[in-house]
């Protein structure tokens, strides 16, 4: 059971350089969302989606963009790095239906990303 | 608007002693809460949740949670330390009708010493 998959789990980019980080699930939640991890900030949302083809802004979405084309896939695009970007950056995601027992995320190890 | 206040941002016990991480939760609603543990390096684990029922709720690890509406608070407690216990741990709230979108709070690094 793969659960969440993010890759790449590490990335160094120059500044202003474009990359794509992705988030892959097998579990057909509806429900994935991108966080941002800042030490002493906790988790910060940058986007989120509740369905193929529908996506929304959260907390933090400046300098990012998200599209959903299938349940399993929701990557995350940094459009030009800046150094402000270097964080921890985790996919979750989730039943949007059900019972209250399917409340909650299932997170992705992480992809750790600095710009230079 | 849900929100999820953790106090203190490091907590420091010694090995066999009593963890509490304390939460306290604003929702205008009933809250579903949620305990999440990050050791390094890795992502977030369940720890446990609260939804409806039995407000004192367990968790892996020996880890369990009372929810006290009239406090506002789902306090994190084990009552004996072990070192792999060292991790961070995140505070989240969501409520019905929210897209199941969890607000998280900033985080309780707990050390355990030897």
């Known amino acids: 059971n793969a659960g969440v998959t993010q890759t790449p789990k590490f990335q160094v980019l120059?500044?202003?350089q474009s990359m794509t980080l992705?988030?892959?699930?097998?579990?057909?939640?509806?429900?994935?969302?991108?966080?941002?991890?800042?030490p002493g900030m906790g988790l910060r949302l940058i986007h989120y989606s509740v369905g193929a083809g529908i996506t929304d802004q959260g907390e933090v979405p400046n300098g990012y963009n998200v599209s959903r084309s299938t349940t399993?896939?929701?990557?995350?695009?940094?459009?030009?790095?800046?150094?402000?970007?270097?964080?921890?950056?985790?996919?979750?995601?989730?039943y949007?239906?059900?019972?209250?027992?399917?409340?909650?995320?299932?997170?992705?190890?992480?992809t750790r990303l600095t710009v230079v | 608007a849900q929100s999820v206040t953790q106090l203190g941002s490091h907590v420091s016990v010694s090995e066999g002693a009593l963890v509490l991480l304390r939460c306290n939760y604003s929702s205008s609603v009933p809250p579903y809460l949620f305990w999440y543990v990050q050791y390094p390096n890795q992502g977030l684990q369940l720890l446990l949740k609260y939804t409806t029922g039995a407000t004192l709720v367990k968790g892996i690890n020996g880890f369990e949670a009372e929810f006290?509406?009239?406090?506002?608070?789902?306090?994190l407690t084990k009552p004996s330390a072990h070192m792999s216990d060292a991790a961070e741990y995140f505070c989240a709230v969501t409520e019905e009708?929210?897209?199941r979108q969890l607000t998280f709070g900033s985080g309780t690094q707990l050390t355990v010493l030897p």
Do not use: I
């Open chain 1, 72 to 94: 399993e896939d929701f990557p995350l695009r940094l459009l030009s790095a800046a150094p402000s970007q270097t964080s921890v950056y985790f996919c979750a995601s989730s």
């Open chain 1, 96 to 110: 949007l239906w059900g019972s209250v027992t399917t409340y909650g995320y299932t997170f992705g190890s992480g």
């Open chain 2, 68 to 75: 006290k509406k009239s406090e506002t608070s789902f306090h």
């Open chain 1, 14 to 16: 120059k500044t202003g």
């Open chain 2, 97 to 99: 009708g929210s897209a």
């Open chain 1, 22 to 38: 992705q988030c892959a699930q097998d579990m057909n939640h509806e429900y994935m969302s991108w966080y941002r991890q800042d």
